[in-house]
């Protein structure tokens, strides 16, 4: 028995399946759960990734594609989802961008038009994502969002860090809000990771070198493995009286003084 049987995820943010969404998605396959998967901005893409998702290359999961900056988007989601489930159980968000003047080192000198986007696409996103959402979960469920460490000043993360800052403040807010109607809100802060997004952030090296020193319990920035379990297990009923939380899978650098 799975840790998800029976149950119906969204997961957006899928690009490759080197993104941590499809990792997600791989295991919450795994544990039993009908998935449905969102892209932007090439959703054929995605569609091309998702058979290599265990449900194999002949019943892939589908593909919506989800710009959250169009509202046209947004409102049409749960109409998009129903035609491949019934209703939602979870929804993992895991997106985020920030334009690479609001990166590496240019904090200082970032336009608000660019710090904007950084945050629309990165936190606000998380309460537009849920509400599309909510008329497919009216038995409850859980949303789960990815974040890195707010409480921290980084290297090159610059307006991205800030944003994170904000996805944090929101996903507490959303906790609040949302707990009447049944429904988790818990974010995955997780350690470095390879993703396309990852490597566009200038200077991201500083942080692939830091982190394997640093963490007690050692950190492989090539495996999304230990990050997609925390995403599946906060998924399932195993947390049922958790929300507004931020479980760290960092290997444990959050804990460090140095």
Known sequence: MGLLDGKRILVTGVLTDASIGFHVARIAQEQGAEVVLTAFPRPTLTARYAKRLPSGPDNPPPVIELDVMNTEHLDGLADQVR????????????????????????????????????????????????????????????????????????????????????????????ARYLGPEGIRVNLVAAGPLTTMAAKSIPGFEEFTELWPKTAPLGWDIADAEPTARACVALLSDWFPATTGEIVHVDGGVHAMGA
């Open 83 to 174: 035609r491949h489930v019934d209703g939602l159980d979870g929804v993992v968000h895991a997106i985020g961008f920030a334009p690479q003047t609001a990166l590496g080192g240019n904090f200082l000198n970032t336009s608000w038009e660019d710090v904007s986007t950084a945050m629309g696409v990165s936190a606000y996103s998380l309460k537009a994502l849920a509400m599309a959402c909510l008329p497919l979960m009216k038995g409850g469920g859980s949303v789960v969002g990815l974040d890195f460490d707010a409480t921290k000043a980084w290297p090159v993360y610059d307006w991205m860090g800030v944003a994170k800052a904000g996805l944090e403040s929101c996903s507490r807010y959303l």
